[in-house]
T-cell receptor, first 110, second 118 residues
Framework: DAKTTQPPSMDCAEGRAANLPCNHS???????VYWYRQIHSQGPQYIIH???NNETNEMASLIITEDRKSSTLILPHATLRDTAVYYC???????????FGKGTLLTVNP | GAVVSQHPSRVICKSGTSVKIECRSL??????MFWYRQFPKKSLMLMAT?????????EQGVEKDKFLINHASLTLSTLTVTSAHPEDSSFYIC??????????????FGPGTRLTVT
């Protein structure tokens, strides 16, 4: 699987948009970008995934650059409950395993 | 939709005993299930991948005779930690993936099982 690079931590004010970056410069053509988050002592929660087009669902938006070497997860209106570790993972093709890195600890402040 | 449950949520056992953890996909059929382990302040580490009706594939360094995995149906996988020792104390998390092999689909995770071996 391609490796990803994320900042270890970020802060965001409640109600503001949270933009979480991820670099995946070695991504292969058939690999998807997945985002998960883990709130303390819980199982990870699926957020969104995409291949090359931008994606949006009820939780977030995923913006993938044209060269697919980086992406940004956007939480449009962050709440205190969005405080979690966010993982950006690339996976796909014949290998659909998820390899978790250290992720980004997003802290939403009141 | 896409709910995965685990049972039990917490278990304490004595050293040398075996513990079974169940993982169920409640509203979809999971062709593949995964088992992870997470130590405090660390990220999730994949232990094994199981496909319904076939033997599990273990990651390097994971003892298949110690961590027995059974995926007997499309909605149930079990992980048995045999002869547990204190160093096996960890947070065990399963995930389930619908869809066909070779096509990427998201995985849905269970809430995790906290195992403490005394």
């Amino acid at each position: 699987d391609a490796k990803t690079t994320q900042p270890p931590s970020m802060d965001c004010a409640e109600g503001r948009a949270a933009n979480l970056p991820c670099n995946h410069s070695t991504i292969s053509g058939n690999e998807y970008v997945y985002w998960y988050r883990q709130i303390h002592s819980q199982g990870p929660q699926y957020i969104i995934h995409g291949l090359k087009n931008n994606e949006t669902n009820e939780m977030a938006s995923l913006i993938i650059t044209e060269d697919r070497k980086s992406s940004t997860l956007i939480l449009p209106h962050a709440t205190l409950r969005d405080t979690a570790v966010y993982y950006c993972i690339v996976s796909g093709g014949s290998n659909y395993k998820l390899t978790f890195g250290k992720g980004t600890l997003l802290t939403v402040n009141p | 939709g896409a709910v995965v449950s685990q049972h039990p949520s917490r278990v304490i056992c004595k050293s040398g005993t075996s513990v079974k953890i169940e993982c169920r996909s409640l509203d979809f059929q999971a062709t593949t299930m995964f088992w992870y382990r997470q130590f405090p302040k660390k990220s999730l580490m994949l232990m094994a991948t199981s496909n319904e009706g076939s033997k599990a594939t273990y990651e390097q360094g994971v003892e298949k005779d110690k961590f027995l995995i059974n995926h007997a149906s499309l909605t149930l996988s079990t992980l048995t930690v045999t002869s547990a020792h204190p160093e096996d104390s960890s947070f065990y998390i399963c995930s389930a993936r619908p869809g066909l092999a070779g096509v990427s689909y998201e995985q849905y995770f269970g809430p995790g099982t906290r195992l403490t071996v005394t």
